[in-house]
């Protein structure tokens, strides 16, 4: 009898030897040391690891923030390191959505310019644009408050607004940098349970940078970066966390 073999998972970021040199006062300092990292869709990945370990270097790298000094980046098989400023640009606008730690919203604009605002940048025609606007609004829990404007907001509605604005044109991947990192413990939580929501609802891929230990609770893997260097991936289930440990590295 013929045994059923399991659906093949496919990548949707692969890092290939990736390397990457700052050069200060006439040194070279390299804070990637050859990063190998897969990322499957519709994972939730956190990357861990003490301050200047090298994880917010390995997050813009992915995110096409920045260009490694050597190595590859793929995000769904093509690599980024030949794109075109242009091509970049393009990528970046349709298959990945940001969330900072510090909201990044435009403070002039109310939270459903700036959910619409990427929309502008895809070419999507107005009205569509402004009805996914509606739509991600409603979806993160502030559809009454779409004419509000950042400073009339909470830091936990900010950061939800800065969610909804990340998924406008539907990407691919969200990249999360320390997304709790402004919020207090009850806020943060509540963020984090919404990107869990999001990640299986959407199906959308998540990579947060990130020292909250929360995190680790709904991370399918986590990844610990150390020296620039993948110290171990760790799934979910086999994590064994001394707290009081990692805490103090981070002090």
Same mark, same amino acid.
């Given at each position: 009898?013929?045994?059923?073999?399991?659906?093949?998972?496919?990548?949707? =970021?692969?890092?290939?030897?990736?390397?990457? /040199?700052?050069?200060?006062? @006439?040194?070279? #300092?390299?804070? %990637?040391? $050859?990063?190998?990292?897969?990322?499957?869709?519709?994972?939730?990945?956190?990357?861990?690891?003490?301050?200047?370990?090298?994880?917010?270097?390995?997050?813009?790298?992915?995110?096409?923030?920045?260009?490694?000094?050597?190595?590859?980046?793929?995000?769904?098989?093509?690599?980024?390191?030949?794109?075109?400023?242009?091509?970049?640009?393009?990528?970046?606008?349709?298959?990945?959505?940001?969330?900072?730690?510090?909201?990044?919203?435009?403070?002039?604009?109310?939270?459903?310019?700036?959910?619409?605002?990427?929309? =502008?940048?895809?070419?999507?025609?107005?009205? /569509?644009?402004?009805?996914? @606007?509606?739509? #991600?609004?409603? %979806?993160? $829990?502030?559809?009454?408050?779409?004419?509000?404007?950042?400073?009339?907001?909470?830091?936990?509605?900010?950061?939800?607004?800065?969610?909804?604005?990340?998924?406008?044109?539907?990407?691919?991947?969200?990249?999360?940098?320390?997304?709790?990192?402004?919020?207090?413990?009850?806020?943060?939580?509540?963020?984090?349970?919404?990107?869990?929501?999001?990640?299986?609802?959407?199906?959308?891929?998540?990579?947060?940078?990130?020292?909250?230990?929360?995190?680790?609770?709904?991370?399918?893997?986590?990844?610990?970066?150390?020296?620039?260097?993948?110290?171990?991936?760790? /799934?979910?289930?086999?994590?064994?966390?001394?707290?009081?440990?990692?805490?103090?590295?981070?002090?």
């Amino acid at each position: 009898m013929a045994t059923a073999t399991a659906p093949k998972r496919e990548y949707v =970021v692969r890092t290939k030897d990736l390397i990457k /040199e700052f050069t200060m006062g @006439g040194q070279t #300092l390299q804070a %990637l040391k $050859g990063i190998q990292l897969d990322i499957y869709k519709g994972e939730y990945i956190s990357i861990m690891g003490p301050s200047g370990s090298g994880k917010s270097t390995l997050f813009n790298m992915v995110g096409g923030l920045d260009k490694p000094s050597s190595g590859s980046v793929f995000i769904n098989d093509v690599d980024m390191a030949q794109l075109d400023a242009q091509e970049l640009a393009y990528l970046r606008c349709r298959t990945i959505g940001y969330i900072f730690q510090s909201f990044n919203l435009i403070p002039v604009m109310t939270a459903l310019e700036n959910v619409v605002l990427p929309t =502008v940048f895809a070419g999507t025609p107005q009205d /569509e644009g402004i009805e996914r @606007g509606m739509e #991600l609004l409603r %979806l993160v $829990g502030l559809g009454e408050r779409f004419h509000h404007k950042p400073t009339e907001l909470s830091g936990g509605q900010q950061q939800r607004v800065a969610i909804a604005r990340s998924l406008a044109n539907n990407p691919a991947i969200i990249l999360a940098d320390e997304p709790t990192g402004n919020l207090d413990l009850k806020t943060g939580k509540e963020i984090i349970a919404l990107l869990r929501k999001l990640n299986r609802e959407q199906g959308v891929t998540i990579i947060s940078a990130t020292h909250d230990l929360k995190m680790l609770d709904i991370s399918d893997r986590i990844v610990w970066i150390r020296d620039g260097r993948v110290e171990r991936i760790e /799934e979910r289930a086999d994590v064994q966390l001394k707290v009081g440990e990692m805490e103090s590295e981070d002090e």
